[in-house]
């Protein structure tokens, strides 16, 4: 498994109109892989802006390492420019994820999720996902998430609530798309390292394809 990060460029045309719309971004995202994803992978992806600077950096999860010289040759401006950046940083960066889990150990994590329950309809033979929005909602949904996982949450605060739209074309018709976005963060336990390891690849929730999902663990200080 292999994670990426970006530092995007925020003066870029085509980044500004994708931070507004993910599912763009996931689009361009994909180019850095084969037309074909093989049947395992899963690339998930997750936008975070600094606070001061308001640089925009993107972290890439993939099963697969990804070739990012081909995103450079579809939008030469979309990463930050080598002047522009820190000294001694790579730009894209790509490390291969080695994570040694065993149970009962504590790490720290961080999780940009979409939280939702199904909801029957009575006249449609499929249920409609619905947000929470209320802290305490989304907080059980994370421990039973993070249950399924094969962890237990020990500790965990909500970011601030926001809404990310989104449009996305099918049967060449747009479909506006709406979705509640939550930051958490915390700490959480180990129970069953192989059901971790397979969360972790598949990641956390719904509208994977809008910047959701990604599950990023450090060890807990």
Known sequence: MYL??????????????????????????????????????????????????????????SVEEPDWSRLSAYSP????????????VDNPAVKELRLKLH????????????PTVKKDRPDKKQGRRVGLYREEDQLEWLQRKLDQAGARLLEARTGDEEKV????????????????????????QVLDPERLM?????????AKGLGFGLLSLAPAR
Do not use: W
């Open 4 to 61: 990426s990060r970006l530092i995007l460029n925020p003066r870029s045309r085509q980044v500004q109109r994708e931070i507004a719309n993910p599912y763009e971004m996931h689009r361009t995202i994909l180019r850095a892989f084969p037309a074909s994803l093989s049947p395992g992978e899963r690339v998930l992806f997750r936008l975070e802006v600094h606070p001061r600077s308001g640089v925009p950096t993107l972290l890439v999860q």
């Open 77 to 88: 401006d979309y990463l930050l420019p080598e002047k522009n950046l820190p000294l001694e």
């Open 103 to 114: 149970p009962g150990q504590r790490l720290a994590f961080r999780l940009r999720a979409n």
């Open 165 to 188: 739209r989104g449009r996305q074309r099918r049967a060449e018709m747009k479909h506006e798309l709406t979705f509640a976005a939550v930051q958490f963060e915390g700490l959480l």
């Open 198 to 206: 397979r969360a972790l690849e598949a990641g956390i929730g719904s």
